[in-house]
């Protein structure tokens, strides 16, 4: 029931703040017109594309400054685990023969 009673005013609040967009003189006049087709035009492909240009640029920038130059891929801010492949050899045990122990 608190479902449904949720739904009921979420719908109402929508309806109601739909309405001022039917109130505004200006978009049903000639003028709203002439401003639709100024901006659907044949040149809107265009258009979107150079607004929306400088977002992509930007997330590239932030990636670069986050994740660092990807030509700098040996030095990492995160330290990462090395491989099994990447170990060091282990040393044998020295013997005590060995001139350089102490013994």
Request: aromatic fraction near 8%; charge should be neutral; include cysteine.
């Amino acid at each position: 029931m608190l479902n449904r009673a949720r739904m009921l005013a979420t719908a109402t609040l929508l309806i109601l703040g739909a309405s001022p967009a039917w109130a505004c003189p200006l978009c049903r006049s000639e003028t709203g017109r002439r401003v639709r087709e100024g901006l659907f035009d044949a040149q809107f492909g265009t258009n979107l594309l150079v607004t929306l240009l400088p977002f992509p640029v930007f997330l590239a920038v932030i990636a670069l400054i986050h994740f660092g130059p990807p030509w700098a891929k040996g030095h990492s801010r995160r330290p990462t685990s090395p491989d099994a492949g990447d170990m060091p050899q282990s040393q044998p045990p020295t013997t005590e023969d060995d001139p350089w122990t102490t013994g």
